[in-house]
């Protein structure tokens, strides 16, 4: 009896024992299609991927002029405005007219990337206002990892920049007051040209004045190497496209704001050497005759050998005062001369005047 409940008990697990493993088998066996499916689903999805992002030779087929126009509409809108918006600036007023390049396209690969930049930097005018951005747009070599940097392809290829002496999108020269009042004092003396004298010596006058020339001598410089690198003027660069020139001195005050930089934007444009393709500078912003008589002397004393080849048009706008508060019209009104109008300058006659001037005085 005993041998007989002992039988039944065990043929009855291991029938229940074999339903299961079976059950456990089908569920695999249905996991396995399952996933088998899934991975065809799988396969087929990266080959539909592989196939969509091979390398297209269609536009290396394409006639490079044709080539040259596709890349004008992507990146050519015909004005290139460097961003944040600076207030106050009359350069902008048309901003929302042009639309925003197409920054992908030169993502593409490398025949793309040379012939979009190229594009972009000869059928646009670029308008630069912030000048730590406008450095990494112009100077700081970006690349893709393949040498194709963005200063290069401006050096070569830029033929329409506008540049404005505007100090007030500029950092800060330390975060640190006491450290940049420690780099001012050690060559304090020699650039005062006060004998036997230290810091602690120096009036209080004599501080301030040496603190704000130094100070502006620090950003004019800073504007003034974007200048030398949009007319090919720096040692690397190689020879300029550059056919239009504008500077806007508008708000060319110095970092105090008590009194105007215009000399020292001249200076900049002093050391620049224009190649026979520039045609026009545009000069905007200037608020008297002696601040017009600034550039043309600056350009005259500075082109003493290619002046007679190269005689872009000189042209003067008048001030103006757009979208200005009442403050703000006050301070720009100061020693603004009301009748100064727009006035083009002959360089040429200016040119042959200054050769005739310095005949006379080897002469003597």
């Known amino acids: 009896m005993d041998n007989t409940y002992f039988l039944h008990q065990l043929f009855g697990y291991q029938t229940y024992r074999i339903y299961q493993l079976q059950k456990q088998l089908s569920e695999s066996q249905a996991r396995e299609q399952q996933l088998t499916e899934n991975n065809h689903g799988l396969r087929d999805e990266v080959d539909r991927l592989r196939y969509l992002s091979r390398p297209s030779r269609l536009l290396e087929r394409l006639p490079a002029k044709i080539r040259v126009m596709i890349w004008g509409l992507c990146v050519a809108p015909g004005k290139y405005f460097l961003k944040p918006r600076p207030t106050h600036d009359r350069r902008y007023k048309d901003m ?34 912030d000048e730590p951005r406008c450095r990494l747009l112009l100077e700081q070599p970006w690349t893709d990892g393949a040498g194709q940097a963005f200063s290069l392809f401006s050096a070569k290829h830029m033929t329409s920049i506008s540049v404005s002496f505007d100090m007030r999108g500029l950092s800060a020269p330390s975060s640190n007051p006491l450290t940049w009042a420690n780099s001012l004092r050690q060559p304090a003396t020699f650039l005062l040209n006060v004998p036997n004298a230290t810091w602690a010596a120096l009036t209080l006058q004599q501080r301030m004045e040496y603190a704000h020339d130094i100070l502006s001598a620090n950003v004019s410089f800073a504007w003034s ?60 912003g200037t608020k008297t005759e002696a601040e017009r008589n600034l550039f043309i002397d600056s350009l005259i004393g500075s082109r003493r ?13 008048a001030f103006e005062l757009e979208g200005r508060t009442d403050d703000l019209n006050t301070l720009h009104l100061d020693g603004l001369d009301t009748q100064l109008g727009d006035a083009e300058v002959d360089m040429a006659s200016l040119w042959r005047q200054h050769l005739a001037d310095v005949a006379e005085e080897d002469e003597e």
């Open 96 to 129: 929302e007219e042009f639309f925003e390049p197409e920054w992908q396209l030169f993502l593409v690969n490398r025949l793309v990337r040379a012939e979009a930049l190229e594009v972009f930097f000869r059928e646009n005018h670029i308008v630069v206002n």
């Open 305 to 317: 050998e290619s002046l007679a080849t190269c005689q872009p048009k000189l042209t003067f706008r």
């Open 225 to 284: 190497q974007i200048l030398l690198h949009a007319t090919g003027s720096l040692s690397w660069s190689p020879p300029s496209a550059l056919r239009f020139l504008q500077i806007d001195v508008t708000n060319c005050y110095c970092r105090q704001g008590c009194c105007r930089a215009v000399a020292r934007a001249a200076e900049g444009l002093a050391r620049c050497r224009f190649e026979e393709s520039l045609e026009k500078i545009e000069i905007l």
